[in-house]
């Protein structure tokens, strides 16, 4: 059974920085690319980042571009998401998994997850 732990969020202002971190238990994450996402009150979760097995390359939404950053220690099975110059709509519950493509349909691949975390919640004020 894997486990995902997310960790790291708080209150800031707005232009602040904060570092989720996500340990991930039950499996060594070495070989598995892991995407970060978040979900908003009254909103569906959308994805932030994506982060391949080896560190890079690295992937964002247009909304994070430039301002959040994803590492990862596969040692310690662990996934990072650097927050800098947080704005008021990056207020969400914040969670990682390992998404893999579970087949593709109409050009559209479909994604499989673990099951999620409970996440780590980060709240930007203005």
């Known amino acids: 059974q894997v486990h995902l732990v997310e960790s790291g969020g708080g209150s800031v202002q707005t232009g602040g920085s904060l570092r989720v971190s996500c340990v991930v238990s039950g499996r060594s994450i070495g070989s598995y690319d892991m995407g970060w996402y978040r979900q908003a009150p009254g909103k569906e979760r959308e994805f932030v980042a994506s982060?391949?097995?080896?560190?890079?390359?690295?992937y964002y939404s247009d909304a994070v571009k430039g301002r959040l950053t994803s590492f990862r220690d596969n040692d310690k099975n662990t996934v990072f998401l650097q927050m800098n110059d947080l704005k008021p709509e990056d207020t969400a519950k914040y969670y990682c998994?390992?998404?893999?493509?579970?087949?593709?349909?109409?050009?559209?691949?479909?994604?499989?997850?673990?099951?999620w975390g409970e996440g780590t919640p980060v709240t930007v004020s203005s």
């Open positions: 998994n390992a998404p893999k493509v579970a087949y593709y349909k109409d050009n559209q691949a479909h994604m499989v997850f673990f099951d």
């Open positions: 982060i391949m097995w080896s560190g890079d390359p690295t």
